[in-house]
């Protein structure tokens, strides 16, 4: 658990400090004093603060965000007296329009360049690496949530809508079903194309919170064994490489999925096992095996490719999967509100984020993660609310379109009934976050 919150808040306070600088740089490069420049919130009091000219660096104790404060503008402070006095030429609101946009989008603009950098970089350090759909001879096994949608044992994926399923990766299907309103799924049955037709329901029980993370299929592939574990109870029995495992105490397991299935069954009983050895030679071994310990081999699995790129080519992929992550996070924004996907199996607070990132510490997920994070932050952070940075950035836009600049007193009571639809959204998705632990 400490692992998965030390993870959730180095992730947070990266993408909240580089989103603060986003306003704060341009705000001085025109001359607008910041008063505050704070990681986290901090009600009441502060974890730690430092006066350093004009601006106050302080870390907050809530950990949930951060702010800048600038001087003339209405924010989550509220402070409503430095707006009551004449404008000063220092201020937020005695800047121009055009200077005062470019502030407020620095935040946003920041994150999606980090997003896109950071997908980048995850390019470039691991490459990408992936089984192709043909190198899964002998179809999928499937499971309860694969079944729901009609794949059946020894199917051959072929397309997903008109997406053909080229790569071996289940998130395409949920993909194409849940984001791009894919209506079929081509499988190739006993030597036969079959359509499957999936509607709303699908797409519903994809999508559902209680089946997030589950499995929908998996490569059906033999049970030969690729490497001995040292000191394992496969040491022991004389397992070798190559070895193909086809029965435990007479129940037949031709593929690996089954032999997992009954291993388990047979966990603290005494078995047999049979194998065979140089494609010939039929071999068995009596063993027993607690329930929490494992026989100690890994499996021969479909080959996979693995690719690496250059520092440019991987830039522009970085760029290329982070605008397709971001497209595919406004389709699914759009379908919460049409009612194609249900919010309240979609939405979660910083308890359902901060799950994702494990509970083991793995670099590669955790930029992913982070990636990801920083460009959902400033897709929200664009959404027209007041309080919200798109919520000043929609009135700017107004001012410079119309040349009438909004009142004070409108930006104040608007920012209040911002913060208030924000409030009530973060309840929301943490109630439904605590109901969903009960």
Do not use: C
């Not at 033999?222 to 000191?231: L, Y």
């Not at 194998?275 to 699995?301: C, H, K, P, W």
């Not at 790129?309 to 509100?337: N, P």
């Amino acid at each position: 658990m400490w692992i998965t919150i030390a993870q959730f808040i180095l992730s947070l306070s990266i993408l909240v400090v580089l989103h603060e600088f986003g306003h704060f740089l341009p705000a001085k490069w025109f001359k607008t004093r910041v008063e505050k420049f704070y990681l986290f919130f901090n009600p009441y009091f502060s974890l730690f603060k430092k006066q350093i000219g004009e601006t106050e660096w302080g870390i907050g104790w809530l950990p949930l965000g951060g702010y800048v404060k600038i001087s003339g503008m209405i924010d989550e402070s509220m402070d409503k007296e430095q707006m009551e006095g004449p404008v000063q030429p220092w201020e937020f609101r005695a800047k121009k329009a055009w200077q005062r946009l470019i502030i407020m989008v620095g935040g946003v603009t920041v994150n999606f360049v980090l997003g896109f950098f950071l997908f980048g970089i995850i390019i470039f350090t691991w490459g990408k690496s992936y089984i192709p759909a043909e190198n899964v001879t002998e179809g999928i096994y499937v499971d309860s949530l694969g079944i729901e949608l009609g794949l059946q044992d020894g199917d051959q994926i072929l397309k997903v809508g008109d997406t053909p399923f080229e790569k071996f990766n289940q998130g395409i299907i949920f993909r194409e079903l849940a984001i791009n309103d894919a209506k079929t799924i081509s499988v190739q049955r006993n030597g036969q194309e079959v359509q499957l037709p999936m509607t709303e329901d699908h797409v519903f029980m994809l999508t559902s919170h209680s089946n997030g993370g589950k499995q929908l299929f998996g490569p059906r592939i033999p049970t030969v064994i690729n490497e001995v574990m040292e000191a394992s109870k496969a040491a022991e029995l004389g397992l070798k490489t190559g070895d193909q495992l086809i029965a435990i105490n007479g129940k037949q397991t031709q593929y690996f999925h089954e032999f997992q299935e009954v291993l388990a069954e047979s966990k603290g009983k005494a078995s047999t096992l049979s194998y065979i050895r140089n494609n010939t030679d039929t071999l068995s071994a009596d063993f027993t095996i607690g329930q929490e310990d494992i026989l100690g081999f890994t499996n021969v699995m479909p080959a996979t490719v693995a690719e690496t790129f250059g520092f440019g080519r991987s830039m522009i992929m970085g760029v290329q999967q982070g605008v397709r992550f971001l497209t595919d996070q406004i389709k699914a924004f759009g379908k919460m509100f049409t009612g194609k996907i249900k919010a309240k199996d979609s939405l979660g607070s910083f308890i359902t984020i901060g799950k994702q990132f494990g509970t083991t510490w793995n670099w590669r997920r955790f930029w992913n993660m982070t990636a990801m994070l920083s460009i959902i932050l400033a897709f929200l952070n664009l959404l027209p609310i007041p309080a919200l940075d798109g919520g000043y950035v929609m009135f700017l836009i107004y001012e410079v379109v119309s040349g009438r600049k909004p009142s004070d007193k409108f930006m104040e009571y608007s920012t209040m009934v911002g913060f208030f639809i924000l409030m009530i959204f973060m309840l929301y998705a943490i109630g439904l976050d605590i109901s969903r632990l009960f």
